[in-house]
């Protein structure tokens, strides 16, 4: 997939390929006194998409994320572009179809960021194979010409072939269906290259602190004319004058909804999920293991992803919204004691290389108490101050969603532009499909060029690095701690900074990673 090149130094070096262009240059246009077209407030899936969606109708645009791209639930996914199978059974057909017309548009249009991939899902009964070898041929039936692949009933020989590390006992044989892989916050740097290609200005690390409004006489409802800014690492502000605002900051949509108005209530009932990441020994072998109901009827996975295979998901409703999430013990011990009735060796926490949470938008819905049972799809709201809020969703179905809060910024904001053309819009895609992944400390700091994730894909940290340019935090947390001294003293040396600067870094890079690490692997 296309984050590896990037791991072994194949990434363009200043002037060379395209980038993002280094973020000095992209703040200095803050200054100018114009009037954007589009504000979008967040820079993970749903915000890139809106930039790629505005910029390539003609609007000028400008994207503002107060952490790092995808920073938050966009790296934190199950690395699937799926129409979700278990939508299907709750009949959700909508959502299912959306979702399948978009994972073929995404596929198509980012070839070597994402991929076909193959999951088996084990059969203990010949009614099993029945009755999910029925759902998943009407899967197929929903993708239509966009399908990846037929279903097929597998006997019991070819679903050991397939999933080599299967507990035998009890195996009737499995049902074989084609959904896709990629990997999250690769695809959304490739989505802000795309963004810039075609002219936006894109800007992390800086936060929108408050809104401008118009000024109108007493009694009339003031309307929502740009945002205040501060740039995170040097606390300079810049008014931005905007003709539409568009908030897409998923579970943070309530902060900025009540930015607006301070009595607006609360829409997103935040969901937590957690993922476990393995040695692919545990789980040989090139598909993916779905297990469509777990004790509490939520699906699971193990997903093989760049030589590791990915343990998930939970479904947990957290209270409080946090910047970084952490898995609850209760989650990591609902994976492992599900996913061991299904494998042949016993995985247990001193298995685990890294685990990762984040956390879903769910839109609230009256009477519905079960996180589990929220809908995925996705909801647009328009305030009276003419503040475009776009939240709920899921990763695949970015693009549909940053469609419809762009036709409804068009329309509030009265703007002429020409029509969206993202579902046939190559995205920024210049690596090689599916190499080989190495995540060896040496190939993370000897051969990787820092140079090309600064200038060209803005990181400015050491966990930009090595969380979102590279995937190393995310597959093996203790090499990630490992590798933080000499790559900070790789970004120190392309930023001028000094040795206060470096150990700075890496005392809070090691602080952030242990969170990734279990209790077990901390000392």
Known sequence: MSNTSFLEGESPSPGEGFGMGCRSSMLAQLDENKTWDVVVIGGGATGLGVAVDAVTRGLSTLLIEADDFAKGTSSRSTKLVHGGVRYLEQGNLKLVREALRERGWLLKNAPNSTQRLGFVIPAFSL???????????????????????????????????????????????????????????????????????????????CEAISLLKTEVPAGKQPKVCGVVAEDVLTNKTFEIKSKTVINATGVFADDILQMDNKNAEDIITPSQGIHLVIDKKFFPG??????????????????????????????????????????????????????????????????????????RPLVKTKGVTNTSLLSRDHIIIVSHSNLITITGGKWTTYRKMAED????????????????????????????????????????????????????????????????????????ARKAIQAAPLVAKRVAAVLHKDEAWIQSEVESFTAFAKQYLPAAKLN
């Not at 760049?306 to 947990?316: A, E, F, M, Q, R």
């Not at 090689?432 to 994730?453: H, K, M, Q, R, V």
């Open 127 to 205: 009614v099993q194979k029945i009755y999910f070898g029925t759902g998943l041929k009407f899967y197929d039936v929903l993708a239509g010409k966009l399908s990846l692949g037929k279903t097929k009933i597998l006997k019991k020989k070819t679903t050991i072939d397939f999933l080599p590390g299967i507990n035998q006992n009890n195996l009737s044989g499995g049902i074989v269906y084609y959904d896709g892989q990629f990997d999250d916050a690769r695809l959304a740097i490739s989505l802000a290259k795309t963004a810039v290609k075609h002219g936006a200005v894109l800007i992390n690390y």
């Open 286 to 359: 090139n598909h993916a293991m779905m297990i469509p109901k777990t004790d509490d009827r939520r699906v699971l996975f193990a997903v093989p992803w760049h030589n590791k295979v990915i343990l998930g998901t939970t479904d947990t409703e957290v209270k409080n919204i946090s910047d970084d999430p952490a898995p609850l013990q209760e989650e990591i011990d609902y994976i492992l004691k599900h996913i061991n009735r299904y494998l042949s060796t016993n995985i247990t926490l001193n298995d685990v290389t890294s685990m990762y949470a984040g956390l």
């Open 405 to 476: 809060a762009v036709n409804n910024a068009v329309f509030v904001g009265k703007i002429k532009c020409g029509a969206c053309i993202t579902h046939n819009l190559p995205i920024e895609d210049n690596a090689p499909a599916n190499p080989d992944y190495d995540d060896s400390i040496e190939n993370i700091y000897s051969l990787n060029n820092i140079l090309g994730f600064i200038e060209n894909e803005m990181a400015v940290c050491v966990e930009d690095i090595l969380a979102r340019r590279t995937r190393l935090l995310f597959l093996d």
